[in-house]
């Protein structure tokens, strides 16, 4: 079942990138997040929530990676992570969630989402949830890396 996500958000996450910003993210393998830190500088969470499972996403991408997708995707030279970043950081975490969401949806999941929040700084800390662990999906662009952080509630993905 883990995989079934793991893919469903992966696929996804690399629709939206090559699709809006033409950007051709490569995926690192998956492993269990072994810090709160958030590995970012920019960060979009979205909640995800179902009768049968709950959760949360995760997206979060350097500065240089984030200026990037910015300067494509807004067709304007961008130098700072400001309020138009961020906004752009939620939508891509909404448009990445939305995405994923249609593939489970086709497995029989029905998650309604929540609105974006978005993290600014890496020295934050994302708290998913104390009692489960956390999937990190590593991606690798030409401008950098960033971080895709899955998590579901321990008894919900078996």
Known sequence: MQDQFINSIQESIINVLVTMADMQPETGKPSVKTSKKI????????????????????????KPVALE???????????????????????????MAGGAKAKLQEEGYDFELTFPSVIVESENDIIH??????????????????????????????
């Open 39 to 62: 590995p970012g500088d920019v960060t979009g969470i979205i909640g995800l929530v179902s009768k049968q499972k709950s959760g949360s996403l995760a997206i979060s991408f350097t």
């Open 69 to 95: 997708i910015a300067r494509r995707m807004l067709r304007m030279e961008i130098n700072t992570i400001d309020e138009m970043v961020r906004d752009l950081v939620g939508e891509i975490a909404n448009m």
């Open 129 to 158: 949830n104390n009692s489960a662990s956390t999937i990190i999906l590593p991606f690798e662009t030409d401008s950098g890396e960033f971080f895709v952080e899955l998590y579901f509630k321990e008894d919900s993905l078996n």
